[in-house]
């Protein structure tokens, strides 16, 4: 059974601070990993999808590397900003085609 | 561009009474997923559907039961509501792994609370 975990639970930075988010996982026969972004009372919104066939995506100040053999996956953020603030959650999709979902880490990026 | 659907976004039942979620997708998806979401557990999986007239329990299936109607709708149905069933419920669809087309995306979610 697929379990994730997500490291820090929570996490309070100044803006401007680049940083990074931890996502592990125990079973490595996944096909791709999914990073999201859950705004409070929001559903989740797709933020990079890393096939398991690449090591990393990039979108604008968001960049995700995957790891699959260790079973590891960091979302880097750039230059955080206020706006950034939300709950990120992974989620590594393997051959049962299930989304298993960590319980996410609580961003909090301060003016 | 209307992605993942959900109705209704707020619901109160009373304890006994039974409802339906109902779900829809516009792209074309062959998989599709409800969930559900409390504070301290993150998001677990109820039942899951790989394709038309398919589908298959996750981790908290009891209490539920589900129908994928077409390509496009999954329904999920609480027969006797129950107050541990008070709960955020997501939908979600992905599409085929061998086209390479795999991205979720979710519903705005359905808060249900059962008094």
């Known amino acids: 059974k697929q379990e994730v975990t997500q490291i820090p639970a929570a996490l309070s930075v100044p803006e401007g601070e680049n940083l990074v988010l931890n996502c592990s996982f125990t079973?490595?026969?996944?096909?791709?990993l999914q990073w999201f972004r859950q705004d409070p009372g929001k559903g989740l919104t797709s933020l990079l999808l890393i096939q398991s066939s690449q090591r990393e995506q990039t979108s604008g100040r968001l960049n995700a590397s995957l790891d699959k053999s260790s079973g590891r996956s960091t979302l880097y953020i750039a230059a955080s900003q206020p706006g950034d603030s939300a709950t990120y959650l992974c989620?590594?999709?393997?051959?049962?085609?299930?989304?298993?979902f960590g319980k996410g880490t609580k961003l909090t990026v301060n003016p | 561009n209307a992605g993942v659907t959900q109705t209704p976004k707020f619901q109160v039942l009373k304890t006994g009474q039974s409802m339906t979620l109902q779900c829809a997708q516009d792209?074309?998806?062959?998989?599709m997923y409800w969930y559900r979401q409390d504070p301290g557990m993150g998001l677990r999986l109820i039942y899951y559907?790989?394709?038309?007239?398919?589908?298959d329990k996750g981790e908290v299936p009891n209490g539920y039961n589900v129908s994928r109607l077409n390509k496009r709708e999954f329904s999920l149905r609480l027969e006797s509501a129950a107050p541990s069933q008070t709960s955020v419920y997501f939908c979600?669809?992905?599409?085929?792994?061998?086209?390479?087309?795999?991205?979720?995306?979710f519903g705005q979610g359905t808060r249900l609370t059962v008094v």
């Open positions: 079973d490595s026969a996944i096909y791709n």
């Open positions: 792209m074309n998806h062959n998989s």
């Open positions: 989620a590594p999709q393997g051959g049962s085609e299930k989304l298993v």
């Open positions: 559907s790989a394709s038309e007239g398919t589908t």
């Open positions: 979600a669809s992905s599409g085929d792994r061998s086209i390479m087309n795999t991205e979720a995306f």
